[in-house]
């Protein structure tokens, strides 16, 4: 199991059901609003910040991509945590891979959203 799959397995088992429809409803995520197709797991974010914490250090940019390009808001949210957390201490290169991650904004939107 790589340290994306055990970054979800840890969210997933922290999920609260009863969240979800808060969440969905708060980041619009109805037909024909921005945060379409978004699926949410009900994690509230210092619970996220406790999972990136415990995993920023021996996450490579590959599981970062992986979690960036998932369509479930709180992975998405966690990979952008950890690069935050990666950031200030990372060499001048590093910084650069970082700060360009390989996942562009199209990439995102292709593999976040549903055609209409």
């Known amino acids: 199991m790589n340290i994306a799959d055990q970054i979800k397995k840890d ?3 922290i999920s609260d059901p009863k969240k979800v429809e808060v969440l969905s409803h708060y980041f619009k995520t109805g037909e024909g ?3 379409h197709g978004d699926k949410f797991l009900g994690i509230k974010l210092p619970d996220q910040r406790i999972v ?5 250090k021996e996450a490579s940019l590959k599981d970062v991509e992986e979690l ?6 709180e992975f998405r949210l966690t990979g952008v945590i950890i690069l935050t957390m ?4 990372a060499t001048p290169e590093e910084k650069k891979e970082i ?3 390989k996942v562009t904004t ?3 939107k292709s593999t976040t959203k549903p055609e209409r």
């Open 86 to 89: 990666k950031y200030p201490k």
């Open 68 to 73: 960036l390009k998932d369509p479930t808001h």
């Open 11 to 13: 969210l997933r088992n």
């Open 99 to 101: 700060y360009c991650c």
């Open 52 to 56: 990136a914490k415990k995993y920023f």
């Open 106 to 108: 199209k990439e995102l």
């Open 33 to 35: 609003e921005y945060g």
